[in-house]
Every structure is written in structure tokens, then in C-alpha cells.
């Protein structure tokens, strides 16, 4: 009897612990799938804060001449580019894709929404200047997001077809002397609009660490610097001023203008 | 009565292990007023923490952003420079970098909630020049 006894409050000591313990039990937070299949990930916001520089001068306004620290002038009259394909490099070094949005940065505006993100820790921001090959084909109406490629100003032609969209844009004027002692009513107009499938450029910033938290806002503060996109360019030779047009884009000195736009990119 | 002893020894560490606590957040009790001032309650901010030398203030400014006082609400409501938005409040460059956990304005560190408050409830009440 004593034994039966034991057993019974030995099972019914064993029940209560086990509910004890079940009841202890916290499920996970925002792991479970929704219907539609994905999964309910917490989520931050990537926005770009984007500065338009000449050099070390933030550009206020149009036609304004800045001097860069060599001496040189310089003034923009138009200065924008499209930013697409872009991605955040988590720490673990996984890829988060906002692929789908497309940017067009002018001068007028500095914030641009990139996205919803997993919130974080990342270590990178990589996108592309220009816009991909199957965009650059399109005519602006056929996409729901036309209205920053109904841009005439980025395209080569009347419409973006066939020659396609322009994926940078910068004209103004610049002090061509060679030791850059121009004066201002020496400079000469420049125009460089860059294009074609080929001239496509991928921009990866330096490494710098963000957090992305949920239901706030992260920002990458990068300035672009359009002094950068004349290096290595003879500026005295009246016919390096301007890329105007699709064959154009083919020349040597288009593509050392593109190979300068990743170093327009700097972290503020 | 040795198996009660066992249950109850097993029981012990099995509870110790199972068991969490949460950490409450401290409750921060802000005496926001009702109607946010500029000149009143966020200039104190901007020079107590934004434009002490070397940061936000004289010839070159941080970021090209001049927060003394005679310069702040122009600079911070100068058009398409993104540091207030008074429709999504939370986009606004200026709460988002106080705000911030990785890259926090001042650098020093994140500010009192209260003040981040101040500044939020500021922008959501249309950022007023008061």
C-alpha cells in the first residue's frame, strides 16, 4: 500500500514538474510563417542620404563655380544618375537584394527610399550606376514606376528607344587650362551623359558597419563627388568634353570616365 | 521517501535551467508639453550636444549641416535635403541619426529619450519655426 502510495505521489510530483516546465516555455518572436509562405522576419527601413559635391564643396545650387583644393573651377548645370540593383552585405555576410528599386538622384533631392530590410547588422552597401539591360530596353510607360525613367534628359534620343537611357548625366563648365588657372570666364562647357548596356557600373562602398532596427530608419550618408569623374581625362583637348551620344559611349575616353565612377562614391 | 527526494533534487535543477526573467525597460516618464517649441526646446538641444566646436557649427560645418542658432531651422528645413520630414516623421535625417543605435548624432552617444522625444513630437507637430 505504502509503495503504491510512493509511485502515486512519485507520477503525480513528475506531472506538475513537467507543467511547470512547459509553462516556462517563451516561443520564438516573429518566426512563424505567414500564409503567404514567407516569413514574418522583423524589419527596419535603408534609406540614402546623398550629397551632391564638387570636390570638398557641397553644391547648393546649379551654375554655381566651386574650386576644387588643385584650383581647378568647375559648375554643374545638370548632375544625376540612376542607382539600381541595390544590396546590403549583412555581417554574416549574407545578401539582403532591394534589386527591385530604382533611383534616380538629382541635385534637388538628398533622402531616397531604398527599402524594407531584415533588421541587423550589415557591413556593406554595393549597387550599380544605371539602370540593368532589360530596363535599359524598355519604354518608359510599360513600367508602374515610369516616372523616373520619363525623364527626356535621360534618355539619347527623343524616347529612351532604341539607344536607351542615360545612366549619368553631368554637364556644366570647367577651367581646361592644364595647371587649372583659368579664369571663370575662360571655362568651357562640358557634357558627359553616360550609357549602354557595356557601361553598366557597379559602385561597392568601403566597408562601414550600420544596424538596422525594427520599424526605424537607417541612412547611408554617401556624398558624390562629379570632381572625381575627370581624373585621368586631358581636359585641354576641347574633344574630351563631351559624350553625348550611344558611339560615344564606345570611346576610350567614356571609358575612362566610367571607370571613375565608382571613386565619385565616398562615405560622408 | 528516497524517490521524493530524488524528484524534488531533479525538479530543482530542472526549474533553475527553464526559468528566464525578463528585464523590464526602466519606465521614462518625459514632461513633453503639448506644444513643442523650436526656439524654446529643441535650439537648447542643438547647442548642447550639435554644434559645439568642430561638429555642426562655423565655416565647415559636419556634413555640410550648420546647426548654430542663427542657421539651424533654415539648414534644417532647407528643401530637399531630407533632415525633416513632417509626413513620414520617422524619415527625417535629423531623428533618425539621434536616434540611431549603430551611428548615433552626437557621436558621443544616443541622447536621453526625452530629448529624441522632443525632437519627434517637434517634427510631427510640422517642425513650426516657434
Redesign the interface.
Given at each position: 500500500m505504502t509503495t503504491i502510495k510512493?509511485?502515486s505521489?512519485?507520477i503525480f510530483?513528475?506531472m506538475l514538474?513537467v507543467l511547470?516546465?512547459m509553462s516556462?516555455?517563451?516561443p520564438k518572436k516573429n518566426v512563424e510563417p505567414e500564409p503567404d509562405g514567407k516569413t514574418n522576419i522583423p524589419m527596419g527601413?535603408f534609406?540614402f542620404?546623398l550629397?551632391t559635391y564638387i570636390d570638398d564643396n557641397?553644391v547648393d545650387a546649379y551654375n554655381i563655380v566651386y574650386t576644387t583644393t588643385d584650383g581647378r573651377k568647375i559648375s554643374l548645370s545638370t548632375a544625376q544618375l540612376y542607382i539600381s540593383e541595390i544590396q546590403l552585405v549583412k555581417a554574416d555576410n549574407s545578401i539582403v537584394d532591394i534589386s527591385k528599386k530604382i533611383i534616380l538622384k538629382v541635385l534637388?533631392?538628398?533622402?531616397y527610399?531604398a527599402g524594407d530590410v531584415p533588421v541587423g547588422?550589415y557591413k556593406n552597401i554595393r549597387f550599380k550606376v544605371g539602370l540593368n539591360p532589360t530596363t535599359n530596353a524598355l519604354y518608359p510607360p510599360t513600367r508602374s514606376d515610369s516616372v523616373i525613367l520619363s525623364k527626356p534628359e535621360m534618355w539619347f534620343g527623343a524616347t529612351s528607344q532604341p539607344d536607351g537611357y542615360v545612366f549619368l548625366n553631368v554637364q556644366g563648365k570647367i577651367d581646361t587650362t592644364f595647371d587649372a588657372s583659368g579664369a571663370i570666364a575662360q571655362m568651357q562647357p562640358f557634357s558627359y551623359k553616360i550609357g549602354t548596356n557595356a557601361n553598366y557600373k557597379q559602385v561597392i562602398m568601403p566597408n562601414k558597419?550600420?544596424?538596422v532596427?525594427e520599424?526605424?530608419?537607417?541612412?547611408g550618408?554617401i556624398m558624390i563627388d562629379y570632381s572625381k569623374l575627370f581624373n585621368g581625362v586631358t581636359l585641354n583637348q576641347s574633344t574630351n568634353l563631351f559624350v553625348t551620344t550611344t558611339a560615344d559611349n564606345a570611346t576610350p575616353l567614356a571609358k575612362t570616365i566610367v571607370n571613375n565612377i565608382p571613386s565619385l562614391f565616398i562615405f560622408? | 521517501?528516497r524517490?521524493?527526494k530524488i524528484?524534488?533534487v531533479?525538479?530543482f535543477i530542472?526549474?533553475s535551467y527553464?526559468?528566464?526573467y525578463d528585464v523590464a525597460e526602466p519606465v521614462i516618464v518625459c514632461k513633453t508639453p503639448d506644444t513643442i517649441s523650436f526656439g524654446r526646446d529643441i535650439i537648447p538641444i542643438l547647442n548642447a550636444e550639435c554644434n559645439t566646436n568642430g561638429c555642426h557649427s562655423g565655416n565647415s560645418p559636419s556634413?555640410?549641416l550648420n546647426l548654430e542658432q542663427a542657421f539651424a531651422y533654415k539648414e534644417l528645413m532647407k528643401?530637399?535635403?531630407?533632415y525633416i520630414?513632417t509626413v513620414i516623421t520617422?524619415?527625417s535625417?535629423l531623428y533618425?541619426?539621434m536616434?540611431?543605435?549603430?551611428?548615433p548624432m552626437p557621436p558621443k552617444g544616443k541622447l536621453d529619450a526625452c530629448k529624441i522625444d522632443l525632437v519627434f513630437k517637434w517634427i510631427q507637430q510640422r517642425a513650426k519655426n516657434n
Open positions: 510512493t509511485k505521489g512519485l510530483s513528475m514538474i511547470f516546465c516556462a516555455c517563451h527601413t534609406m542620404h550629397h557641397e534637388e533631392t538628398e533622402t527610399l547588422n558597419n550600420f544596424t532596427e520599424g526605424q530608419v537607417a541612412f550618408h560622408e | 521517501m524517490y521524493y524528484t524534488y531533479v525538479s530542472i526549474l527553464s526559468c528566464t556634413g555640410g528643401s530637399g535635403s531630407g520630414d520617422k524619415y535625417v533618425a541619426q536616434n540611431s543605435k549603430s551611428n
